[in-house]
């Protein structure tokens, strides 16, 4: 475990790389037995909450690594975003995280009935969503409003062309770094069982999919565009040059993912439920 340990301290460094917004709060709360930590920025939009799922291979990521990056986001998006703590692999394997994520969301959804919950999440956080939606769907619990995907880990067979094909220009994951931690986070089952990418989905929230084009990992986000669409027509893909794994983990003042904030925050803003249609609606009528 030491090895795991090192490489958790390692990866956590990545939030010493810019300040936190300074305009944003961050609280840690227990939720249904997990730990999790609210960012809630100075001029947030009521009743909306988004729950935040972090990358790292399910085996890496903390507050730690991510409190930079999701502060920005919640300052951006003037939205309270609810960090969650999941279990990592390899000490707690497929499907703790799942459960913990769905612990979770169902607490908010009973705690918080009359708001607009939605999802962000980065590299393998983007896979325990769409596990997560698969879960929803198999107990009838009602979907999140939208989601976003960042560098999303979706397949973790690690066979799609992108592996291959764009190794050379992916400074950050390579082929053989992935199928281990997939190994790892499936652990007794086969990797095809835990891989996000088998999960049957006869439903699909409205997603924006955001992946660069110097990533291993492109196909894994323009695949699932090509096989979510022809269930939710609310599916957009924004494929953006040049850039690398969750870009704004690494420099959130960068051109682009200020530019990638700037597309979240428009696809998020735009009327996300019923509540907030009702009042337009009632407003529109004087």
Request: net charge negative; hydrophobic share 40%.
């Amino acid at each position: 475990m030491e090895d795991i340990k090192a490489r958790r301290d390692g990866f956590d460094q990545l939030g010493n790389l810019y300040p936190k917004a300074a305009e944003v709060s961050i609280k840690q709360e227990n939720i249904n037995g997990l730990n999790c930590f609210w960012f809630t920025p100075e001029n947030e939009i009521s009743k909306t909450i988004t729950i935040f799922l972090h990358g790292g291979v399910f085996a890496l990521g903390s507050i730690r690594s991510h409190a930079s990056m999701v502060s920005h986001f919640s300052e951006k998006l003037q939205r309270r975003i609810l960090f969650v703590d999941y279990a990592l692999a390899p000490e707690n394997p497929f499907p703790a995280a799942l459960k913990d994520v769905i612990q979770v969301y169902e607490e908010l959804i009973k705690t918080y009935p009359d708001h607009a919950i939605s999802f962000i999440g980065d590299s393998a956080g983007t896979g325990l969503i769409v596990s997560s939606v698969g879960e929803m769907l198999k107990r009838n619990i009602q979907l999140p409003e939208k989601v976003v995907f960042i560098s999303g880990w979706i397949n973790l067979e690690g066979n799609n062309s992108s592996m291959e094909e764009n190794r050379v220009i992916d400074p950050i994951l390579n082929p053989e770094y992935l199928k281990q931690a997939a190994t790892d986070y499936a652990a007794k089952v086969p990797v095809e069982i835990a891989s996000p990418e088998n999960v049957v989905l006869s439903e699909f929230p409205p997603v924006l999919i955001l992946v660069g084009t110097n990533e291993i990992l492109l196909d894994d986000s323009v695949n699932f565009y090509n096989k979510i669409k022809p269930i939710q027509n609310q599916a957009i893909l924004s494929i953006y040059e040049n850039q690398t794994h969750v870009w704004p983990l690494a420099n959130i003042h960068s051109e682009a993912s200020q530019k990638a904030l700037k597309e979240v925050k428009e696809f998020l803003t735009i009327v996300e439920n019923k509540h907030l249609v009702e009042e337009n609606n009632a407003s529109s009528n004087y």
